[in-house]
């Protein structure tokens, strides 16, 4: 069994354990909050043994995408939202009303950021909405709040038997977000989320990562515009995977700015990084 006691100290010192027999990191959302291509925004769902077990963020569309992947609420245990801008949270409260129709019978999980004097924290997010509408009431939800103020340290969050989830803190100009490791015995699954790249420790959080998935949305000419406060630049994004060394970078999150100039911003990324890439597209499946 994994001590997580030991976590702050060695991240990566994992023992070994039974194996899963599948590991699956499926893209439900791809796309931003004002994407020119059709696509859903941000939302990641992981499928352990053919279920679907775990999902990172639920912007506008996922929902829909959620019913398109044949993925099920009743298997779906834990979701993590990075931050509460509509295009990684608002599709939260719809896949909350899919588990009625999905009869489950045990609680489901999900965490969120803490807050401060521009959002408020993930509980109130959740219990304001869920207050103002009884009829999402039908099944136990458990909410957690992460500290998104404590740069440098990774916080465990949620873990089912052999299957580990730690959230850390990142920069995203004035708004708490955290970023998500999950922990399989087949391998680990890093999500970004959108960020700056420049919170301390970072890069030891996404060291070594099986999948490394980091938001694209824009393009290498935005620093007059003050873009590079919310987001890392193509160029940075090159130089943080090659120092994490991920057996595969996974692109994602395209708004208009990153797909006008799709091939120019992929040249910066590779110009550092010289491992395998993929951009990602909705419903698409990666396996460990």
């Known amino acids: 069994m994994l001590r997580i006691t030991l976590f702050v100290i060695s991240f990566f010192c994992f023992p ?61 245990a834990f ?34 950021p803490s807050g401060n004097d521009h959002y408020v924290g993930f509980s109130t997010f959740v219990d304001n909405f869920l207050n103002s509408y009884d009829y999402l009431n039908y099944y136990e939800i458990d909410i957690k709040t992460i500290d998104a103020s404590l740069p440098g340290k990774a916080q465990p969050v949620w873990s089912e038997g052999e299957i580990k989830v730690y959230s850390f803190a990142v920069e995203h100009a004035d708004t708490p977000t955290l970023a998500y490791r999950i922990v399989t015995p087949k391998g680990d699954i890093v999500f970004m989320s959108d960020n700056n790249a420049t919170a301390a420790g970072m890069d030891e959080f996404i060291k070594d990562a099986n999948i490394l998935v980091m938001h694209f949305p824009i393009n290498e000419q935005e620093e007059e515009s003050g873009q590079l406060f919310w987001h890392a630049s193509p160029s940075k994004i090159g130089q943080v995977a090659q120092k994490a060394q991920p057996k595969l970078l996974v692109l994602s999150h395209f708004m208009d700015l990153s797909l006008n100039d799709k091939s120019n911003s992929l040249n910066k990324v590779e110009a550092s990084y010289k491992g395998p890439i993929i951009l990602a597209n909705d419903l698409v499946k990666i396996s460990l």
């Open 16 to 76: 070994l354990i039974a194996q899963a027999s599948s590991v699956t990191l499926q893209i439900l959302g791809s796309g931003g909050p004002n994407d020119i291509s059709g696509r859903a925004s941000s939302g990641y769902l992981i499928w352990i043994d053919e279920e679907s077990k775990i999902m990172i963020d639920a912007g506008s569309g996922t929902s829909l995408r959620f019913g398109e992947a044949g993925a099920s609420m009743s298997d779906l």
């Open 79 to 112: 979701i993590g939202i990075s931050h509460l801008h509509t295009d990684h949270s608002i599709d939260l409260f719809s896949l909350i009303k899919r588990g009625y129709f999905s009869k489950r019978d045990t609680p489901l999980t999900i965490a969120g």
